[in-house]
């Protein structure tokens, strides 16, 4: 196949994984706003999980097709593009409040969620039984989300509610569009390495985290131009979060890898340099104005620069 064509399907498959996860999202908020759940925690769940699906579903294709180091590199790389390029943007866009329990709970529980997935990589193979481990996290991370967010009753009108069956087909819809499309990506996005000359793990934490990245990208400007920053903010962390708990171990329980020592020692490295930068700023900013700290322009950045950065370190 002609490679132009090749690139193209890359593109149309990213396009309709941006479609379909919008899809998705709409109706799963929608249905979780009628049942009364608060913002935080539908950014922290429904929109992040929503939005971590193409990531989820190209991850399980990569490994089903045995290119698990595809998968790894869509992990780590859509983290990276979560927090140096959807939360940098967003951040130049419209300030991000920080509060002090969102620092203690879910900023805390994204650093810890990605130490841990630092150990399951430091041996450059990705098993079935540490997997596993990450996997049993899921329901310890809902469990400390579920205490946190707005009570209830005031997050019942933050979405618009749709008729319920209309709701339910658009979730349907969006899911369908999710696994034929995650399989075209896969797909155009191998024989785009290999024409390329790259390794699968180069191309999963670039064109392909980018890709599957834009729908955060995309719910998280929508969320900040409505005034919903907390949804923002909460759709990245979460989204973060997922990945490294479902994402990078759905790879691993399907086709165990060796992987290349630059999945640690370079990808994870930048990933851990940078969640400690934006922990460090949160921490500094929240001692110093004592209550609520705004993440923006200049952490925004910083981020960007940081992300920048690890390109410039990946094609040097």
Known sequence: MPLPIILSLLAV??????????RFVAGAADIAAAMGVSALVIGLTLVSIGTSAPEILVSATAALKGVSELAVGNALGSNLANTGMVLAITA???AVPVSRAI?????AVMLVVTFCAGLVLYDGYLGRVEC??????VPVFLYIISKGGVPPKAAANEFDTLNHSKAWIILIVGLVGLI???????????????????????IGATVVAVGTSLPELAASLTSAFKG?????????LGSNIFNLLLVLPVAGIIHPTALES???ARDFGVLMSMCLVLALICFVG???????????????VILLFIYILYYYVLFA
């Open 132 to 137: 596993i481990a990450l996997i049993a996290l």
């Open 228 to 236: 919903k920053t907390d949804i923002a903010l909460g759709n990245v």
């Open 180 to 202: 034929g499309f995650s399989d075209l990506l896969v797909r155009s996005a191998v024989e785009t390495a290999t024409r390329a000359g790259v390794s699968e793990l180069v």
């Open 103 to 107: 620092f203690r709970r879910e900023l």
């Open 286 to 300: 929240i001692w110093r104005y004592k209550h609520e700290f705004r993440i923006g322009k200049i952490t925004g």
């Open 262 to 264: 630059a999945a640690f």
């Open 13 to 22: 498959s990213i396009l309709g994984l941006l479609w379909s996860s919008d």
């Open 92 to 94: 130049l866009v419209v």
